[in-house]
């Protein structure tokens, strides 16, 4: 199968007020195959919506450093120009962001939002615009979708909400999705309702998508290959089955850890949760080195000193960490 | 129940009898709409240990959560903190109680003065209390700090240039800087990266065994919950619908709804595509 | 819609106050305009008791203002001492030559403020914000009697305008586009003033609000899904925008009436102003209270205009007004 989007060596880097450079992904490469569903794995400040913002080129300032490429359709979206930018956006890569509550215009109604974004690429014709329109929402809320695309983001819950944003962005049938924590702000049943939705998204439309999450369990059962983000670096990158059941880099490793059990028979000892020491560090990375190694249980020197590089433990898994270095 | 502190011979220190609590809404050309938040809600919380509150939204948690902290007016039905009716009490009596019941909320954004650094936050609910001088306020809020694995020298930042897993820390100090009984946890875990949740899990825990807190742990995370508590009560539309230890409602769910917030909860050893709802 | 008929109560409960506020403080001032009067040799003082009667100066004053409200809901504004004429149609006249200057000074300000505001927030921190907030802090610091004076002077200097008035003497003779050309011609200065009073606030108003939402999530989120920059600027950021505006909207057409005093005086405009002026120091009770009340009317129909399109633009209170 062949690549539809190819991400090489992504580094973005932001301009501080001081002058410093605060580096937020530091050479992450990956590839997204059609039809594919990659889950990004990542906490805060691990870079991961700054690589969902970079995909687009959506950088809000202009001081933003950014080298690598980002390949899509034989093109280098980090090369583009604004215009071309403009046409893929919504159109053939399109962005779900986080905060639904946010992420919608306050005082226009949703099935009109949804309406812009088609009329952004190209339809014109006002019944062609007005059928789509209620295509979309119909493959979202069923009978419903009338009275949504009447409603005001206000008027909606969490999960309605978010069922518009899924809108926007299926509306002009992408080949890629990229979905920035979509399910953080609702319950467990809405999660799942969410997370059914996309499934057959996927199916019926043959997405590709980049799933953003910072809770794996999100991941099993639904994405193809997960990759793990740390500090702005990738530190594993394998198929789900593999990495989710037994993952191999310590930070994965320690993460799944710190998750509560919930099949486990719960004592009244209440257990510390083992977790992760030290914060995760705010302010810019070390220049060299592995950025987990202050944290890691399984540290050495060369952690300090030099930058693991990534080690293929198969084919399809890679890691990158000194431990698997001669293996 | 072993830890120390866990008194069950002793009366209850929280005890909620039929509580009630009803909205009227007015609709678009329509009749005042009433809107049962809490149907007669029964429970009793020991002191020391930690009750669980699960459920949806709009179950019914949050209302419960305002109520218990004197922050809404129940309709009906009775709370008895340490004995005393809170319904019941004048104001004066009140506000000696308050202090008591502490809540931290989900957002720690949104939870401080973004204008005020750390220390000017900690020190705000005994300023309000008005008995202390500045230097025990101080040193007191630097004793908060170390105990809830903040940095000293993080008290001249203010809420922005901490991390989310800090603010909750911040969150817990400042709720403990009146020696509260009970603190109500109202979904404060839940913005957290699950690495941090667990940090400030073990933070809860081991404060509740080294004071003798008492927790109400609102969420909607099962795994969690189990983990917390010494017993787990799920709600739904306004009522508890079942209450128990948590292996015995996470292994033997005797409701429908119970059974629902399970299934609904992700996990991790799956390998193959999940089963369609 | 309660929510609607609960703002126009509020507007109509603010007007009968001012109304009864400014009577009472009209008729509490010292002197009144038969004190000139009696000044005056000629005039017999029987005269002068008759036409007290006659107004009802020695009357009580809750009757008095009772007998003034009835008048005036029937169309009556009272009676001019001054012009011995009555006061309704003395004041409309005055007030739509106060219109002419303000509608036309609101219509360009805005038309001028809101494009050069959206511009400026769009290149925040850029050259073109800084040359508008240079251009605008200058225009602030100098007074409004300066702009006036500087406007009468170019008029002068230069006679490229007519310097006071509203129209020529020989208007009457003019054609129809003769006529247009010299009300123009009369119009500019005074116009021209009002606008650059107004427009620095404007302005800064604008970008401020625009500016607040040009950070907003959900411009960034409509922005990845292709939609053009145009349409982002003006269909999504100034309609977020907005309600900041529409208030402030509401307020200049309060000010209809009673912001452009200055530059009527000055520029001799024969409008509202300085007709008001006159009446206040003659004393002349009658025009007094109907000019208060004609400016209070605008300015409560100003916030309730802007009420009304509040409530029209923002969705979300229309849904709190119901609950």
């Not at chain 3, 200097?157 to 054609?175: A, C, Y």
Request: with cysteine; charged share 20%.
């Amino acid at each position: 199968m062949e690549s539809i989007l190819e991400v090489r060596d992504l580094s973005v880097s932001y301009r501080l007020r001081g002058g410093d450079l605060h580096r937020a992904l530091d050479g992450v490469s990956f590839g997204l195959e059609s039809g594919e569903v990659v889950g990004i794995l990542g906490e805060s400040g691990s870079g991961k919506t700054t690589l969902a913002v970079a995909l687009l080129g959506l950088f809000r300032r202009d001081s933003v450093v950014a080298s690598g490429n980002v390949l899509f359709q034989g093109k280098d979206l980090l090369k583009a120009e604004p215009n071309e930018l403009r046409g893929i956006r919504g159109k053939s890569i399109s962005l779900i962001f986080q905060e639904p509550s946010v992420a919608l215009h306050p005082t226009m109604r949703v099935g009109q939002q949804v309406r812009r974004v088609l009329a952004a690429h190209g339809m014109s014709d006002r019944t062609e615009l007005d059928r789509r329109t209620r295509e979309v929402l119909e493959a979202l809320f069923g009978e419903e979708a009338e009275r949504m695309a009447r409603a005001y983001p206000h008027q909606l819950s969490g999960g309605q909400r978010q069922r518009i944003l899924i809108a926007q962005a299926i509306a002009c049938e992408p080949a890629v999705v990229v979905a920035d924590e979509p399910t953080a702000s609702l319950d467990p049943t809405t999660q799942m309702e969410i997370l059914h939705v996309f499934r057959g998204l996927r199916k019926t439309l043959g997405l590709a998508m980049i799933f953003i999450t910072h809770n794996p369990a999100l991941l099993s059962g639904f994405a193809d290959r997960v990759m793990v983000l740390y500090a702005g670096k990738v530190v594993e990158l394998g198929p789900a089955t593999e990495t989710l059941v037994s993952p191999k880099h310590p930070y994965t490793q320690a993460l799944f850890r710190s998750i509560p059990p919930l099949d486990e028979p719960h004592d009244a000892g209440k257990r510390s949760l083992p977790t992760i020491p030290r914060d995760a560090n705010l302010s810019p990375w070390p220049p060299c080195g592995c950025p987990f190694e202050p944290r890691c249980r399984e540290r050495m020197e060369i952690c300090k000193s030099d930058d693991p590089g990534f080690v293929n433990l198969s084919e399809t898994h890679m890691v990158s960490c000194f431990l698997y270095e001669n293996q | 129940m072993n830890t120390s502190t866990d008194d069950r011979n002793m009366p209850p220190l929280l005890e909620v009898e039929n509580l009630v609590k009803t909205y009227s809404r007015k609709q678009f050309a329509g009749p005042r709409e009433e809107v049962r938040a809490l149907a007669s809600v029964s429970f009793s919380i020991f002191r020391g240990t930690t009750l669980a509150l699960v459920g949806e939204s709009g179950s019914g948690k949050s209302t419960l959560a305002l109520c218990l902290a004197c922050l809404e007016k129940p309709t009906s039905g009775l709370i008895r903190f340490e004995g005393s009716d809170l319904l019941r009490l004048g104001e004066r009596d009140l506000r000696a109680i308050r202090p008591k019941v502490q809540m931290i909320f989900q957002d720690p954004a949104s939870s401080f003065n973004p204008r005020w650094k750390v220390l000017e936050i900690l020190a705000e609910p005994l300023a309000f209390e008005g008995t202390r001088g500045r230097d025990e306020m101080r040193s007191r809020a630097h004793v908060l700090l170390q105990q809830t694995g903040l940095s000293s020298d993080l008290g001249e930042k203010l809420p922005i240039e901490l991390s989310g897993g800090q603010r909750q820390r911040l969150a817990i100090a400042r709720a403990l800087m009146l020696d509260p009984e009970l603190l109500i946890l109202d979904e404060a875990l839940s913005a957290l990266d699950c690495s941090v949740q667990a940090q400030i899990a073990n933070l809860l825990v081991e404060l509740q065994s080294a004071r003798g807190l008492t927790y109400l742990f609102i969420t909607h995370d099962m795994a969690m919950a189990a983990h917390l508590a010494d017993e787990i009560a799920v709600m739904s539309k306004g009522r508890m619908v079942e209450k128990g230890l948590p292996d015995k409602v996470l292994k033997q769910p005797e409701n429908e709804i119970t059974r629902e917030l399970l299934a609904a909860v992700p996990r991790m050893d799956r390998s193959g595509p999940r089963a369609e709802s | 819609m309660p929510y609607l008929l609960r703002r126009f109560g509020h507007a109509v409960f603010l007007l009968i106050g001012v109304s009864v506020l400014a009577f009472v403080f009209t008729v509490l001032a010292p002197g009144n305009y038969f004190d000139e009067m009696r000044l005056n040799p000629q005039i017999a003082p029987e005269t002068i008791s008759a036409l007290r009667t006659r107004y009802e100066l020695d009357r009580p004053l809750p009757i008095r203002y009772a007998h003034w409200i009835g008048s005036v809901l029937h169309g009556d504004m009272g009676f001019s001492f001054a012009y011995n004429s009555p006061v309704a149609p003395l004041l409309l006249v005055r007030a739509r030559n106060t219109l002419l200057l303000t509608l036309t000074a609101m219509l360009l300000a805005w038309g001028i403020a809101l494009p050069l505001g959206i511009w400026s927030a769009e290149h925040q921190g850029g050259v073109p914000d800084r040359l508008v907030s240079s251009g605008t802090a200058a225009l602030m610091v100098i007074p409004d009697l300066a702009l006036a004076l500087g406007f009468l002077v170019l008029a002068v200097k230069s006679g490229w305008f007519p310097t006071g008035g509203m129209v020529s003497l020989h208007f009457d003779g003019l054609s129809f586009l003769g006529k247009i050309r010299d009300l123009l011609l009369h119009m500019a200065l005074p116009v021209a003033a009002l606008v650059l009073s107004v427009l620095p606030l404007l302005i800064r108003h604008v970008r401020a609000a625009v500016e607040q939402v040009l950070d907003a999530p959900f411009l960034l989120a409509a922005e990845g899904h292709g939609i053009p920059r145009r349409t982002l600027l003006y269909r999504f950021a100034l309609r977020a925008a907005s309600n900041p505006l529409i208030s402030l909207f509401g307020f200049s057409v309060g000010t209809l009436l009673s912001g452009s005093l200055l530059v009527e005086v000055v520029m001799s405009w024969p409008g509202l102003g300085p007709f008001l002026l006159e009446a206040i120091l003659a004393r002349d009770l009658y025009v007094v209270i109907g000019g208060v009340l004609l400016s209070t009317l605008f300015l409560v129909g100003g916030n309730f205009l802007a009420d009304l399109l509040l409530y029209w633009a923002d969705p979300r209170i229309r849904t709190e007004a119901r609950t």
